[in-house]
């Protein structure tokens, strides 16, 4: 089947700090993965996505690489700032089996302090 | 542009209620998801419609959750006879396509409605 597993938090970094959230999947076909966030009082946003093994995601300075070879797709970035304090989910999607849903990890919470 | 809005975005019901919960996706979005939050988890896939056709309903947990989305726009989840394990948030999402082998379509989340059994 299809699950995704995240690394629990909450994580809490001090500005300019370097963040890892390490997130590993399963999947019966060839899924797209997806990081996406909930800020404080916001909706779900979509912050990056990969369909191909090896495709790197990026936006607003995070990144993920889809590593097919250890079924991973870690969310990184260099400096992170106040303003990223967030919820950050793992998801994939196994388009290719059908299902057009997503699958997500439990969450990361991440709070960044000054 | 309007994203995807939900009502109301807090339900407070008692147990054995009905209770409606109302999704507003963004125009001509083709394809809408629901989700239910727990706390502290993920979201869990519900349900999936493709225009006004419900495709996938694998997600409902129980006979007790019906969804509609009878002219492809608008959509609506019922929970009858609540539970308080039904407590939750639940997301609405919309998506402009279908994804698959042509590619992937960002869905697009609505703010969620919290709903509380007593």
């Known amino acids: 089947g299809n699950s995704v597993t995240q690394m629990e938090g909450p994580v809490t970094l001090s500005e300019e700090a370097f963040l890892t959230i390490n997130c590993t999947y399963t999947a019966t076909g060839y899924p797209s993965l997806f990081w996406y966030v909930q800020y404080p009082g916001e909706g779900l946003q979509l912050l990056l996505k990969a369909t191909k093994a090896d495709d790197k995601g990026s936006n607003k300075g995070f990144e993920a690489t889809y590593r097919k070879e250890t079924t991973s797709f870690h969310l990184e970035k260099g400096s992170v700032q106040v303003s990223d304090s967030a919820v950050y989910f793992c998801a994939l999607s196994d388009t290719q089996t059908g299902a057009n849903n997503l699958f997500f990890g439990t969450g990361t919470r991440l709070t960044v302090i000054p | ?118």
């Open chain 2, 1 to 118: 542009g309007a994203g995807v809005s939900q009502s109301p975005r807090y339900k407070v019901a008692k147990r054995g209620q009905d209770v409606a919960l109302r999704c507003d996706p963004i125009s001509g979005h083709v394809s809408l998801f629901w989700y239910q939050q727990a706390l502290g988890q993920g979201p869990e896939f519900l349900t999936y419609f493709q225009n006004e056709a419900q495709l996938d309903k694998s997600g409902l947990p129980s006979d007790r959750f019906f969804a509609e989305r009878p002219e492809g726009s608008v959509s609506t989840l019922k929970i009858q006879r609540t539970q308080q394990e039904d407590s939750a948030v639940y997301l609405c999402a919309s998506s402009p396509g279908t994804s698959g082998s042509q590619g992937v379509y960002e869905q697009y989340f609505g703010p969620g409605t919290r709903l509380t059994v007593t």
